[in-house]
């Protein structure tokens, strides 16, 4: 079944600010999440579309590679790839709204369970051509990982205690009002334990910096600013917790003999005063070659003549592109005595016919 709409699924207007989508997905989330309406398979399915939506107009790549391609211009990078993907979604909206436990469905992600890891974003450089007929990349990527040493605890030989400020609840409370919200214990980060020793390989962070290098598969098509979506390539989860995803957001070098615009190419295609009044037939370049164009008589300089399918390839599959040669006419700012006299014959022929 093809997806439905994003805007139709929150419910907001193609043109909504951030916070409108913001408030959207938050009340759908309420009204559709899955410990407000166990075994109703239809409202986990909504809760999950909801999710996804949200997940692609909050941020504004994917909404900018969404208004103009819709879902096929994603490629895979709308969507979650499991259960763990939406809450966290859900989570960013509501934080510690509903105080201890992480509220609806506390049991989630408990903080002495597995916990998923952090998204990573990094870039990668291409050439107009890689943009446009994809290529194979490697990028690296530096991240956080847990301590081997102490088992991510942060303390020598693993040996922890207690915290003393949150009593290993990890979390402390607030009165606000009426109300006691929960907000993460500032001495121990939320894991409710503390180091009675730090280890000496972390220093008691409980993570070290690992680098890792990462092949990427660049479909063709891809313009600049927009983002991959590599699921489980981000940085590894804790106690046996899912690993993030790794967005790699594309950046195009400039091309001296093309400017990109959308699926076209436009060339500057230098002729003379001659080929422009006569036609001409000329070869031009392309993104993989050379490309014969046959230039009608009679060109004005900015007119412009388009050589079918040399352009570059849809995201979609669906054909090329045009390459549009824009015509410039070159005048000689030296001419020879021969050259000035025919000219000179040629516009007192221009004046008889005029």
Same mark, same amino acid.
């Given at each position: 079944?093809?997806?439905?709409? =994003?805007?139709?699924?929150?419910?907001?207007?193609? @043109?909504?600010? +951030?916070?409108?989508?913001?408030?959207?997905?938050?009340?759908?989330?309420?009204? +559709?999440?899955?410990?407000?309406?166990? !075994?109703?398979?239809?409202?986990?399915?909504?809760?999950?579309?909801? #999710?996804?939506? =949200?997940?692609?107009?909050?941020?504004?790549?994917?909404?900018?590679? =969404?208004?103009?391609?819709?879902?096929?211009?994603?490629?895979?990078?709308?969507?979650?790839?499991?259960?763990?993907?939406?809450? #966290?979604?859900?989570?960013?909206?509501?934080?510690?709204? %509903?105080?201890?436990?992480?509220?609806?469905?506390?049991?989630?992600? *408990? *903080?002495?369970?597995?916990?998923?890891?952090?998204?990573?974003?990094?870039?990668?450089?291409?050439?107009?051509?890689?943009?446009?007929?994809?290529?194979?990349?490697?990028?690296?990527?530096?991240?956080?990982?847990?301590?081997?040493?102490?088992?991510?605890?942060?303390?020598?030989?693993?040996?922890?205690?207690?915290?003393?400020?949150?009593?290993?609840?990890?979390?402390?409370?607030?009165?606000?009002?009426?109300?006691?919200?929960?907000?993460?214990?500032? @001495?121990?980060?939320?894991?409710?334990?503390?180091?009675?020793?730090?280890?000496?390989?972390?220093?008691?962070?409980?993570?070290?910096?690992?680098?890792?290098?990462?092949?990427?598969?660049?479909?063709?098509?891809?313009?600049?600013?927009?983002?991959?979506?590599?699921?489980?390539?981000?940085?590894?989860?804790?106690?046996?917790? $899912?690993?993030?995803?790794? =967005?790699?957001?594309?950046?195009?070098?400039?091309? $001296? *003999?093309?400017?990109?615009?959308?699926?076209?190419?436009?060339?500057?295609?230098?002729? #003379? %005063?001659?080929?422009?009044?006569?036609?001409? #037939?000329?070869?031009?370049?392309?993104?993989?070659?050379?490309?014969?164009?046959?230039?009608?008589?009679?060109?004005?300089?900015?007119?412009?003549?388009?050589?079918?399918?040399?352009?570059?390839? *849809?995201?979609? !599959?669906?054909?090329?592109?045009? +390459?549009?040669?824009?015509?410039?006419?070159?005048?000689?700012?030296?001419?020879?005595?021969?050259?000035?006299?025919?000219?000179?014959?040629?516009?007192? @022929?221009?004046?008889?016919?005029?």
């Amino acid at each position: 079944m093809a997806k439905r709409d =994003y805007y139709e699924v929150l419910g907001v207007e193609r @043109t909504a600010t +951030l916070a409108e989508i913001k408030k959207a997905y938050k009340k759908l989330a309420l009204e +559709l999440h899955p410990d407000r309406n166990p !075994g109703d398979a239809t409202a986990e399915e909504r809760f999950k579309e909801a #999710s996804e939506a =949200y997940g692609v107009l909050q941020d504004q790549e994917k909404r900018a590679v =969404y208004d103009r391609y819709g879902h096929q211009g994603l490629q895979g990078q709308a969507g979650f790839g499991n259960v763990d993907d939406i809450f #966290s979604s859900f989570q960013e909206i509501f934080g510690d709204l %509903f105080g201890f436990g992480g509220g609806f469905g506390g049991g989630r992600a *408990r *903080r002495d369970g597995p916990t998923r890891g952090a998204d990573l974003r990094t870039g990668v450089v291409l050439t107009m051509a890689e943009a446009a007929f994809g290529a194979q990349k490697e990028v690296t990527v530096q991240f956080p990982s847990p301590c081997t040493a102490c088992d991510g605890t942060g303390a020598e030989g693993g040996k922890v205690q207690v915290c003393q400020t949150c009593k290993g609840a990890g979390q402390v409370a607030h009165a606000r009002g009426g109300f006691f919200l929960g907000t993460t214990c500032p @001495t121990c980060h939320g894991m409710g334990r503390i180091a009675t020793k730090a280890c000496a390989e972390c220093g008691g962070r409980a993570e070290v910096p690992v680098e890792r290098k990462v092949k990427v598969a660049i479909p063709g098509g891809i313009d600049e600013g927009q983002s991959l979506r590599l699921a489980g390539q981000g940085q590894p989860g804790r106690k046996g917790g $899912p690993a993030g995803h790794l =967005y790699v957001t594309v950046q195009i070098e400039p091309d $001296p *003999r093309f400017v990109r615009d959308g699926n076209e190419l436009l060339h500057e295609l230098h002729v #003379s %005063f001659t080929q422009a009044a006569l036609g001409a #037939s000329l070869k031009v370049p392309t993104l993989d070659g050379e490309a014969e164009l046959k230039l009608p008589a009679g060109m004005q300089p900015g007119e412009h003549v388009k050589v079918r399918g040399q352009g570059i390839p *849809r995201l979609d !599959g669906r054909g090329r592109g045009d +390459l549009v040669c824009v015509i410039q006419v070159d005048v000689p700012k030296k001419l020879s005595a021969k050259a000035k006299k025919l000219l000179l014959e040629l516009q007192e @022929t221009f004046d008889k016919e005029g």
